[in-house]
């Protein structure tokens, strides 16, 4: 049973619109939810972060979303650029140490 | 800062031959964890640390053992490779004041 879910592999936008990517959970003894990027042939980068007792943080053009009514977060990017054309991963942590992983979704920016 | 260094990037193995996948990190981090990472999946936990001395098992920990001697750091062991194995695994580590974990650039192991 999968417990954090991305139900979109892949998004296309255009430079300078939002990019919305979007993930759902289902354990709702996740305490904080992350963000992560990945370009081809390296590790994931660390991005955002949200913790459960938040419903907003923001970085630059990065910000997480968090509804825990609906189990939902989502990560929105204003202004996309070609640059952030990469895979992205959402994660949950509950216990020290453990973070569980979405699937991906695979965001291509136009120019 | 060398960050999590992960040797070797590229590794092939025969079926039943055993090996150890190298992770080390110069951050002084206290959480360790390993992550396999299948094509168009994303990251399963195989183990993780939380200091050392201490570890614990994660998703998918079957076929593979792991070990915390110092805090720097946390090699996996596959026992007997299984053609099941071949994947891309990545070590990553963490201060445990933080939730993000930094990452090293991944070992890409086939199993024949």
């Known amino acids: 049973d999968q417990q954090v879910k991305q139900n979109s592999p892949s998004l296309s936008v255009q430079e300078g619109r939002i990019s919305i990517l979007n993930c759902d959970y289902t354990n709702s003894m996740f305490d904080y939810f992350l963000w992560y990027k990945k370009y081809p042939a390296e590790g994931p980068t660390f991005l955002i972060s949200?913790?459960?007792?938040?419903d907003k943080n923001e970085d630059g053009r990065f910000t997480v979303f968090l509804n825990k009514s609906a189990k939902h977060l989502s990560l929105h990017i204003v202004p996309s650029q070609p640059g952030d054309s990469a895979v992205y991963f959402c994660?949950?942590?509950?216990?020290?140490?453990?973070?569980?992983f979405g699937d991906g979704t695979t965001l291509t920016v136009k120019p | 800062n060398a960050g999590v260094t992960q040797t070797p990037k590229f590794q092939v193995l025969k079926t039943g031959q055993s090996m150890t996948l190298q992770c080390a990190q110069d951050?002084?981090?206290?959480?360790m964890s390993w992550y396999r990472q299948d094509p168009g999946m994303g990251l399963r936990l195989i183990h993780y640390s939380v200091g050392a001395g201490i570890t614990d098992q994660g998703e998918v920990p079957n076929g593979y053992n792991v070990s915390r001697s110092t805090t720097e750091d946390f090699p996996l062991r596959l026992l007997s490779a299984a053609p099941s194995q071949t994947s891309v695994y990545f070590c990553a580590s963490r201060p445990p004041a933080t939730y993000g974990y930094t990452f090293g650039s991944g070992t890409r192991l086939t199993v024949v």
């Open positions: 951050m002084n981090h206290e959480y």
């Open positions: 949200i913790s459960s007792i938040k």
């Open positions: 994660a949950a942590s509950q216990d020290a140490g453990k973070s569980t």
